[in-house]
């Protein structure tokens, strides 16, 4: 099945009149379009492969790779237009075109011409897969509360080259509750890179009471060591900016110092679902403002106009007791697993998608701009016929005027002035802002028969339906899956196929689990699935194994946090109340 490319700004298809090299049609070719900024952010070396060493990922590739297009796991043609993330302007498609005689280019990269059978061994797989993985087992009581959480697993499976995706999760020190959420990229990392890193402290600054910010800003008056706000829960890879580390410090705190001046000091309760909105905006504000000003430093000034020319979509939960709160920007998802008293399982969707497949987010665009912009606002389903998230962070090139664009594209740096993309003005951009970081929050009061809740991009709901992805993992932490009758979904399936699916529902009940992780059986099952829902490995090795040519165009990113719930802590939570 292709996966829409949500990076790639270009065209994936051969440039006009190019004869194709015979055995060559058909086989899918990543576009040699650049991101948004050549020298983008880059993720540590080691997120991709941190537990593949002494050279064991060349040998991998060497062998892996040689797969000829036949044999690959699917059969795509080239990714068309209305599919791509983010689809160019006629203006500047010269741009994005690949790099001429392409076929020349896999050929360098060693594509067996005959067909050969060479696969990624299990323990390669695994190691693969479980390069990013991340659990947390949360303590039943803090000294302060219960808590409501057992605990979450995290994981991640890049596409791009370096990943675009960003997950966080932290507990909130002066206040209740867990804040985690996911980021999805698109044009560049920079600007989820620093939405994972920044929007858990606005959020937790929002929630203080007034008392608590005081003491704060009388402690950095003062030159006292800070109250601790958040407690991170990173993987190691999960990295932090240092170089950008006091500027932002010193957004946060003018936005704190406001906060303080708004409020009048009186004890009043807290409204979650108003706290988060205000720190959604405020930190997209800042966004916009930083890169504006500027910095005398020249590697901070090139970093806060990468982020902001870059963008980025968030669905964050914050989980106090049995208050659950969903702030989501852009089409990634929340999913709450619910186990009914027959002990199926049933998806709740706490989240909407932001996109021209959302009736009310399409009115809601017409109605903020005037009805002569009602045919060209969105166009082949995307916002100027040009972006796919209706909401989202950065983006300026949807947000700011065309005069202040050019102005603070002039006064940049070489690398900004000379980028196409950044000096280009999408189409019909008479009444900006087209784009909005502001949030859609949802409430819900958590249930005994809530089991766990989904967070991630949408990489994993464009390869699997919500119902099967609730399932899966409910199955996972239940270990109910070897129960279920076998289904084969319509398909006429041989006795030889019937045994196989048995032999291999055998093997895995003799080796019990082969994750440790519920986001990393949700990955494996994501990339390795059969047309029955049982991982194939032979599918898995091959989608894996996939250079990172092929790669983008069979799928994105994904990234997935699997929150358990306490049941037992949520039934006495409503036990009380009643």
Known sequence: MERPCRACPGSCSPPPGAVMPPGRQGIPVRTSSLPLFSDAMPAPTQLFFPLIRNCELSRIYGTACYCHHKHLCCSPTYIPQNRLRYTPHPAYATFCRPRENWWQYTQGRRYASTPQKFYLTPPQVNSILKANEYSFKVPEFDGKNVSSILGFDSNQLPANAPIEDRRSAATCLQTRGMLLGVFDGHAGCACSQAVSER?????????LPHETLLEIENAVESGRALLPILQWHKHPNDYFSKEASKLYFNSLRTYWQELIDLNTGESADIDVKEALINAFKRLDNDISLEAQVGDPNSFLNYLVLRVAFSGATACVAHVDGVDLHVANTGDSRAMLGVQEEDGSWSAVTLSNDHNAQNERELERLKLEHPKNEAKSVVKQDRLLGLLMPFRAFGDVKFKWSIDLQKRVIESGPDQLNDNEYTKFIPPNYHTPPYLTAEPEVTYHRLRPQDKFLVLATDGLWETMHRQDVVRIVGEYLTGMHQQQPIAVGGYKVTLGQMHGLLTERRAKMSSVFEDQNAATHLIRHAVGNNEFGAVDHERLSK????????????????????????????????????
Do not use: K
Request: charged content about 15%; glycine content about 2%.
């Open 199 to 207: 929007l858990f402290y606005y959020i937790a600054v929002s929630l």
């Open 543 to 578: 989608m894996l194994s996939l250079p990172e040519e092929l790669a983008r165009m069979y799928r994105d990113d994904i990234t997935i946090i699997v929150v358990q719930f306490n049941s037992h802590v949520v039934g006495a939570y409503q036990n009380q109340e009643q």
